[in-house]
């Protein structure tokens, strides 16, 4: 299975030209693809529903649409359909070949800043049936100004993570509503922009401080770094670039899985020859 994840800014690239099909071509051959700052009336992007763009241009995917900022908006005529409903909506996207099940939008802890913009950030939590069996899936974009929220969200995130199984997915006793009640999966797979650097302290809130002497410890409960497991990270990795100064490069995007995985990572890789967005596009194989 090819698990692939995209931070895709609205829809716009490195030379600053929106073009959804592009980015499409980049995420070819993916399996489950995690998207983060997906929108609908953004007056970026002229307004456009790109959920529902991106939808058709995958005919072949489910997906769910998790908005974790969700706000009104004036639009020029003709852009939304009904000026009563026009929404500004900010989140992240899941799709998958196979059916998802359940999903939810779990809403990160945030902090009113005054002199600079912070949205409400969320991951999207969507079980997935695999050919495997069902597995859980995070499409995950954090806070990129404040080490202190983004430590704060992922705690959150862990906490909600691992508490997955007693707290039921988007729906228990559904045998009431004449439903069959979704899988309650322990493996999963964890993907998205967290706006942080490897082995910077939010990393090590996530996936566990590094031992001197013994290194990481494998532990129930704590995330893998798929990159790391396999020995992916190469000297200046990095997943974004400034598009005003490429000489500026970070490692922002990630994918962790549960300890249940760890053995079945075959391959991760970035593509850094897309243009499609100022991230880069990341993949981890995971064998059946």
Known sequence: MIFASYNIQYGFGLDGRYDLERIA??????????????????ARND???????????????????????????????????????????FGNMVLSRWP???????????????????LQRGATEA??????????????????VSVDERIAQLRHL???INAFVQEGASMTGACEFGLAEPPLPEDYVVMGDFNMEPESPEYCT????????????????????????????????????DPDDHG?????????????LRDRLKSAVINTDCVGSDHFPLRVEIVD
């Open 47 to 89: 307004y456009v529903d790109m959920p529902a763009a991106i939808a058709a241009l995958f005919p072949d995917h489910f997906w769910v649409y998790g908005p974790a900022c969700d706000m009104h908006v004036e639009a020029p005529e003709g852009r939304i359909s009904s000026p009563r409903s026009a929404r500004f909506q």
């Open 206 to 241: 996530f996936a566990g401080s590094a031992d001197r002497f013994y290194g990481r410890t494998t532990r129930i409960g704590t995330p893998i770094d798929a990159f790391a497991a396999l020995g992916s990270y190469k000297p200046g990795s990095y997943s974004w670039m």
């Open 127 to 144: 079980v997935i049936a695999a050919l495997g069996g069902a597995i859980r899936v995070y499409s995950v974009h954090l806070d990129h």
């Open 248 to 260: 500026k490069r970070m490692h922002l995007d990630y994918c962790f899985v549960s300890c249940g």
């Open 100 to 118: 998802i099940l359940s999903m939810r939008t779990l809403l990160l802890p945030r902090s009113r800043t005054i002199d600079r913009l912070n």
């Open 25 to 42: 071509g980049d995420l070819e051959g993916a399996d489950v693809i995690s998207l983060q700052e997906v929108t609908r009336g953004f």
């Open 158 to 160: 862990g906490d909600r």
